[in-house]
Structures are given as C-alpha cells and as structure tokens.
C-alpha cells in the first residue's frame, strides 16, 4: 500500500475541533485498518496558539514544506476576533495553497478555512462554501472572491473540500479520507468510529 501524506496547517487562532477531527479519522484509518496515511502538521510558528487558548507544537513550520511530500493539504478554520487572518492571508500560505492546487493535489477545508483559498484565487469561478450562520455574512465575504458559493454542508470541486462550520469538520475529514482510499475504506472506518 502506497504511503500517503496530509499536510495539516494550522494558522493562528486555528479551531481546536475542525483541526482534531483530520488527526482522529485519519489516525483510525492507520492505526486500526492499515493504511499508510501520514499527518505532519505544519505552522508559521513551532507552536501555535488556538482560537480558545490551547498550544501546539507542531511537526513542521512553513519554510520545511516540499509539497511533492505530501497528497492533501487540509485547513481547520478559525477566529478573526484572535487572528485567524493575519496567518492565513500570508503570502507564503496563499503560495502553499496555489502550488498544492496546481498540482492537482487535495485541498481540505473546514468552515473559514475557505477564505485563504478564496484569497489565493483558487476558487474563482469554482464551486465552495463556508461558514453559513450570522445572516449569510461570511458566504457573502467568500463571494467576493469570485467564488460560486453554495449554502450546503460540504462542498466538493474537483480537488477542493469546503464546508460551512465546525460540525462538518468530521465528515470533511471522511470526505478527504475517501479521497485517500476509497469509498468502501471510508465506510468501514465511519462504522467503527461511530458514525
């Protein structure tokens, strides 16, 4: 079995739940099934702060990345009130996102992770969603970037998972993991983790 591996980002001010759920459906699928995916997680900075306060010390910072490593890119979102942005609309991360997009490579997002990809200009005329309470306010943000946005769950374009909030984020990583693997693979995980 072909070794797989996910490039997991987390910006600054990152969603603690949408960045847990890659590392749990994806380590399920490893550790008890067998297969070959990998996860590094990766930062501006050795240790990132979440939106609600909690560390992580990451695997990589962004300037060790050669993306020809790794078969997806996944993206958890997070709060503008603690910075998310500042982070994500980097010029380095919005390169990483338009060289793994060029490659034909996996992108996975959950909720607010859309707006780096919205930024890097990825999803201009493409088909995406994002985070769908507040009046819309969020989507109508996302639509200035020449996105289709789509008032549904997930979203999937091609080679890019969007989704509109935090409860989506394990069926983001389903969604990836499908990708991966395969759809019966993936059917079999989700029983056993309860899903």
Known sequence: MQKKKVLLFLAKAFETMEFSAFIDVLGWARVDYGHNLFVDTCGFTEKVISTFNVPVIVDKTINEINIDEYDALAIPGGFEEFGFYE??????????????????????????????????GILKNRRATTYHLRDGHWQNKLKEFGVN?????????????????PETAPNVAFELLKMLTSEEDTAVIKRAMGF
Do not use: M
């Open 149 to 165: 946005v789509v008032n549904e769950p997930i979203v999937v374009d091609g080679n890019i998972i969007t989704s509109y909030c």
């Open 87 to 120: 982070e994500v609309y980097d010029e380095r991360f919005l390169d990483l996102i338009r060289e793994f997009n060029a490659k034909g490579k996996i992108i996975a997002t959950v909720c607010s992770g859309a707006f780096p990809l919205g930024k890097s």
